[in-house]
């Protein structure tokens, strides 16, 4: 594996792992165990069939977790504290054939870049589901899927249209987080207006 396409798996595991991580280590596991892809051999214990058990396990949980309107939030926040340092590892194990520096500047960044996805997707969902009707939910949670699949199979054949949509992704998620971060305050401000009126 060269450089590059190190580069791009440690991107597409960090990023990846901000929409669903128990994804990402199933199916990576399991793409590599089934000789569709290589990963470098500090990623193998993916492989291993008690690391794919687990994490399909969790992955079929956070499939249905995922799809419920309100418990989806509190899934993302609790898993606020497991997918970014996992983000970061991932990252860092991808590189880690590489110099230690590089290594470190992996973890960094595979850190930074899983908590942009994360809060993206986590802050998206949580004023989708200010909406009483299930289907955006639903909708939201299997376009997430898609996209995860498509970017985990491009970091892995073709790493520099990865790179182009990671690009785009990023300046998305820049130009919709201060819009989510409004309306998340709008819609507490709206929820501490309606509880004052109901005191006596």
């Given at each position: 594996m060269d450089t590059l396409q190190s580069v791009a798996l440690a991107a597409g595991l960090a990023w990846g792992s901000g929409i669903r991580l128990y994804a990402v280590l199933f199916l990576a596991g399991l793409m590599a165990r089934l000789g569709y892809v290589e990963l470098p051999h500090?990623?193998?214990l993916l492989i291993h069939p008690a690391v794919?058990?687990?994490s399909g396990f969790m992955?079929?949980?956070?499939f249905f977790a995922d799809k419920v309107p309100g418990f989806d939030t509190l899934w993302d926040a609790a898993h606020t504290f497991i997918r970014i340092p996992a983000g970061a590892l991932l990252a860092a194990l991808a590189l880690a054939d590489q110099d230690p520096a590089l290594i470190l500047a992996a973890a960094i960044l595979g850190g930074a870049l899983t908590s942009a996805v994360h809060l993206t997707k986590a802050g998206s969902r949580a004023l989708i589901n200010t909406s009483p009707e299930p289907v955006s939910n639903w909708t939201a949670s299997f376009g997430?899927?898609?996209l995860l699949l498509g970017g985990l199979w491009t970091a892995f054949v073709h790493p520099l249209y990865f790179f182009a949509g990671l690009a785009i992704f990023l300046l998305v998620a820049a130009w919709l987080l201060p819009k989510i971060w409004r309306g998340l305050r709008g819609v507490w401000r709206r929820l501490q207006s309606t509880l004052s009126r109901?005191?006596?």
């Open positions: 500090t990623l193998s794919l058990g687990a992955f079929f949980i956070e997430e899927e898609a109901q005191r006596p």
